[in-house]
């Protein structure tokens, strides 16, 4: 079973850019849906963008215009780049793949890299 681990997280402010990293141990090249989560203190996690074998992507309508989703298959690897932070970005961002054949219809999670936007 293929593992995933964020990194990137950390203490920002409002304005401010991060991108986020998700590298899997193993290849992410027949993964047709990735997707980035993310939590909120004591709220439930919500889908944030997602990302289709090719450029196909998606985003929440609260992060549209201001993050990227994009992957690169050579270094297994998917990214969010966040650009103009705010405050309400703040939470548990996870790295996801959704229950699919190549994962045996398991759904992947990675441990999640925090997120902290200041005013």
């Known amino acids: 079973q293929v593992q995933l681990v964020e990194s990137g997280g950390g203490l920002v402010q409002a304005g401010r850019s991060l991108r986020l990293s998700c590298t899997a141990s193993?290849?992410?090249?027949?993964?047709?849906?990735m997707a980035w989560y993310r939590q909120a203190p004591g709220k439930q996690r919500e889908l944030v963008a997602t990302i289709r074998s090719g450029t196909n992507t998606n985003y929440a309508d609260s992060v549209k215009g201001r993050f990227a989703i994009s992957r690169d298959n050579a270094k297994n690897t998917l990214y969010l780049e966040m650009n103009s932070l705010k405050p309400e970005d703040t939470a548990v961002y996870y790295c996801?793949?959704?229950?699919?054949?190549?994962?045996?219809?398991?759904?992947?999670w990675g441990q999640g890299t925090l997120v902290t936007v200041s005013s």
């Open positions: 193993g290849s992410i090249f027949t993964f047709n849906v």
């Open positions: 996801n793949v959704p229950p699919a054949y190549y994962t045996k219809y398991l759904e992947i």
